[in-house]
C-alpha cells in the first residue's frame, strides 16, 4: 500500500526554468509534508516543509504547494540550476506517529 | 554544525553473518530513526528512538534487527545472520522534539551487501 506516490520517476528541465515536482497521498491523517534532495552516495538533505495549516511555504527558489482536497502537493524551484540535479523524495507524517512515509523519488536533471 | 554521522560507510559480509551500523545524531537531538532504502525506492521507517527508549518498531524489522541507544546518544542497529535481502542502504536521522513539527535530518548511510 504506497500511501505516497511520486508518479513521475524522471523529470528534465532547462537551466533558469521552472521545476516542477509532484506528490500525491492517499492517508488523510498525514498533517506534515516534507521535501528532501538526495545526491549519489549522500543521505537525503531537509529541503523544505509544509503543516497541512497551511497551503503554501516558500524559502529562496523553492516553494511547496498544499492541496488538502485533493491530497496533492507540490515543489516548485525556480530558476533551476545545475545543482538541483538530484534525486527529490516527498515525505509525509501525522503528528500522532514519528515515522516519514516516502514516496519513490523523481530524478531532476538540469540541462545547461 | 556537526550532521549526522553512520559508520562504516561501506560493508561487505558474507551470508550468514551479523554486521553492526552505528549512528552518531545530531548532538542536541534527542530522536533518533533507523529507515532502509533500496534501489529504486524511498528510505522505509525500521524504528525510532526518543532519548534512550524505543518507541516504536516497523514489521521489516524482524527477529534479526536489534537497535539501541544505551545513554540516549548515539545508537546500534545489529542485523544477526544476514541473508541476501539485507542488502540496502541503512539511513538514519536524527530530530529534535518540539511543539511543532521537526524536520528529520538524515546522514549519509550505511551501504550493506551481502555475498
Known amino acids: 500500500d504506497q500511501q505516497v506516490k511520486q508518479n513521475s520517476p524522471s523529470l528534465s528541465v532547462q537551466e533558469g526554468r521552472f521545476s516542477i515536482l509532484n506528490c500525491d497521498y492517499t492517508n488523510s491523517m498525514f498533517d506534515y509534508f516534507l521535501w528532501y534532495k538526495k545526491y549519489p552516495a549522500e543521505g537525503p538533505t531537509f529541503l523544505i516543509s509544509i503543516s497541512s495549516i497551511k497551503d503554501k511555504n516558500e524559502d529562496g527558489r523553492f516553494t511547496v504547494f498544499l492541496n488538502k482536497s485533493a491530497k496533492h502537493l507540490s515543489l516548485h524551484i525556480v530558476p533551476s540550476q545545475p545543482g538541483d540535479s538530484a534525486v527529490y523524495f516527498c515525505a509525509a507524517n501525522n503528528q500522532g506517529a514519528q515515522k516519514l512515509v516516502f514516496g519513490q523519488g523523481t530524478r531532476l536533471t538540469i540541462n545547461p | 554544525d556537526t550532521g549526522v554521522s553512520q559508520n562504516p560507510r561501506h560493508k561487505i559480509t558474507k551470508r550468514g553473518q551479523n554486521v553492526t551500523f552505528r549512528c552518531d545524531p545530531i548532538?542536541?537531538?534527542?530522536?533518533l530513526y533507523w529507515y532502509r532504502q533500496t534501489l529504486g525506492q524511498g528510505p522505509e521507517f525500521l524504528t525510532y528512538f526518543q532519548n534512550e527508549a524505543q518507541l516504536e518498531k516497523s514489521r521489516l524489522l524482524s527477529d534479526r534487527f536489534s537497535a539501541e541507544r544505551p545513554k540516549g546518544s548515539f545508537s546500534t542497529l545489529e542485523i544477526q545472520r544476514t541473508e541476501q535481502g539485507d542488502s540496502a542502504m541503512y539511513l538514519c536521522a536524527s530530530s529534535l522534539v518540539g511543539t511543532s513539527n521537526q524536520p528529520q535530518h538524515f546522514g549519509d548511510g550505511t551501504r550493506l551487501s551481502i555475498l
Open positions: 548532538s542536541e537531538h534527542n530522536r
